[in-house]
Nanobody, 127 residues
């Protein structure tokens, strides 16, 4: 049974930083693709950062490039999203996704490419 659990969300002011964590059991993250998505109220779920372990490649949405970093701790089987210089438009529920349905990567879209999801962790950035 696969379990995906995110944590680390919270409320910060503009310019602040947060690091999200995603602990996964049942899937070895070092051998597959992983990603962070976010969804704000009334908007579609969008990919913000993705990682393809086998080629050590990453991809970022233009809106977060240079501010967010996706990383993996193989020993802990934990995915991270380090977010800096946060903006109000970064406010959303953030979801961790693991194991792609198709080969290759990293995939920022569509969300259906990923087989396993967590319940999300809320990030709120105030101005």
């Amino acid at each position: 049974q696969v379990e995906v659990v995110e944590s680390g969300g919270g409320s910060v002011q503009t310019g602040g930083s947060l690091t999200l964590s995603c602990v996964v059991s049942g899937v070895t993250l070092s051998g597959t693709c992983t990603a962070w998505f976010r969804q704000a109220p009334g908007k579609e779920r969008e990919g913000v950062a993705a990682r393809y372990a086998r080629k050590d490649r990453t991809a970022y949405a233009d809106s977060v490039q240079g501010r967010f970093t996706i990383s993996l701790d193989n020993a802990k089987n934990t995915l991270y999203l380090n977010m800096t210089n946060l903006k109000p438009e970064d406010s959303a529920m953030y979801y961790c996704a693991a194991q792609c349905s198709r080969a290759g990567g990293p995939w920022l879209s569509p969300p259906r490419e990923y087989n396993y999801w967590g319940q999300g962790t809320q990030v709120t950035v105030s101005s």
